[in-house]
């Protein structure tokens, strides 16, 4: 039975549901597929759990009740402080999973991959950094990457499809963020767009600051990644962007911002109501081809594709020489920790099945 070591950087909600889907693989399906993964390293944002060999699953299950407390892996006897994640990494050749939300990896993450580790990333940041660092962890085929745009959908695998066998892809435009698609739907449905965002934000559905997610960033971010990855030579700045909140409110701490959100409406609801005597309704849309690439409100006809979009899905629409006259379309759950990590999962699974 073959052993593939793991270093996992992240013990968010993410980072728990993959520990728990890995710990499941390696029960239920490691003798079918003839390897199991084997844990060496687990870091948080200060603390970690080491083993040379295998952290064994009973310290894994300790892990994710620790951290589902509120704690650190400070808080389990195998834990111990953490400088930097790279100390965690041995001569041993294994798969580093980033499914955290740091700034500043790809550095390290490089190193990882010039001493001949993998990775496989849920953190779109890495990725958005300079297009050199880019070209430069994804170029040798031991970078993965599917969970940063769409959560679980087949969203980057489906391009890697068109692309490594000879298609071009011409423009891809879409509705990428879950929580912003929900604002739209209800908004379109008459509510308030502040009524909307507070409920938004009580089911959980929203960053702890929402402008993290109104700002248009994390969009920006995958439309970024979607460009490059179809070979357009693109950096963050290049991404033009439209926040949903005027810049007076952007330094607000976010207890103002949030009692300032019905300031939103009157706007939001303006701009639904002219789409609407257009016979057309609002998405934020990302869109990529050429010379475009904006993130951003966008009148779309209710019958069309992105139209009729509802409620938290996303929707990624592809055209590409071999699907020119009908576009290639992805749609499903955006977002959540479970689909999430299944995308994590599965990339490191297409890099163990290539493990020599």
């Known amino acids: 039975m073959r052993r593939i070591p793991v270093v996992q950087i992240g013990v968010g909600g993410v980072g728990r549901a993959l520990i728990e889907q890995v710990l499941w693989f390696n029960e239920q399906l490691g003798g079918r597929y003839g390897f199991r993964f084997a844990y060496i390293g687990l870091a948080d944002s200060r603390s ?3 083993d040379d060999e295998r952290i064994p699953p009973a310290v ?21 402080p953490l400088n930097d994640w790279r100390d965690l990494l041995t001569p041993l050749r294994c798969i580093v999973v980033d499914v955290s939300a740091q700034d500043g990896a790809e550095a390290g993450l490089q190193a990882a991959l010039d ?3 993998a990775v496989v990333l849920a953190n779109k940041k890495p990725l958005c950094a300079s297009f050199e660092s880019f070209t430069a962890l994804t170029d040798a085929g031991r970078t ?24 071009r892809v011409t423009a891809i435009s879409g509705c990428l963020s879950g929580t912003l698609g929900f604002l739209m739907t209800e908004l379109e449905g008459g509510a308030s767009f502040a009524a909307a965002l507070r ?45 949903l909140y005027p810049t007076a409110l952007a330094t607000l701490p ?35 081809g050429g010379a475009r690439l904006r993130v951003g409100l966008s009148e779309t006809p209710r019958d069309s594709t992105l139209g009729s979009l509802r409620g938290p899905d996303n929707l990624i629409v592809i055209h590409s020489q071999r ?7 992805v749609r499903g759950p955006g977002a959540g920790v479970e689909v999430t990590a299944s995308a994590v999962l599965n990339d490191m699974l297409a890099l163990a099945r290539a493990w020599r």
Do not use: C, N
């Open 48 to 50: 970690a759990i080491v």
């Open 60 to 80: 894994l299950l300790a892990a994710l009740d620790a951290k589902r407390s509120g704690g650190s892996l400070l808080d389990i006897p195998q834990g111990g």
């Open 115 to 117: 001493q001949g580790h």
């Open 144 to 167: 993965r990457y599917e969970a940063t745009v769409g959560a679980g959908l087949p969203v980057i695998m489906t391009l890697r499809m068109l692309l490594d066998t000879g298609d």
């Open 199 to 243: 409920t938004a934000m009580q089911r959980g559905w929203t960053e702890p600051d929402p402008r993290d997610d109104l700002s248009g960033m994390d969009v920006a971010r995958k439309a970024l990644i979607l460009a490059r990855t179809i070979g357009l030579r693109a950096e963050l700045s290049d991404v033009e962007v439209e926040a």
């Open 254 to 288: 976010r207890a103002a911002f949030v009692e300032r959100l019905e300031e939103l409406d009157a706007p939001l609801t303006a701009r639904m109501s002219t789409a609407a005597q257009h016979h057309q309704t609002l998405r934020y849309v990302a869109d990529i």
């Open 323 to 329: 699907y020119a006259a009908q576009p290639l379309i």
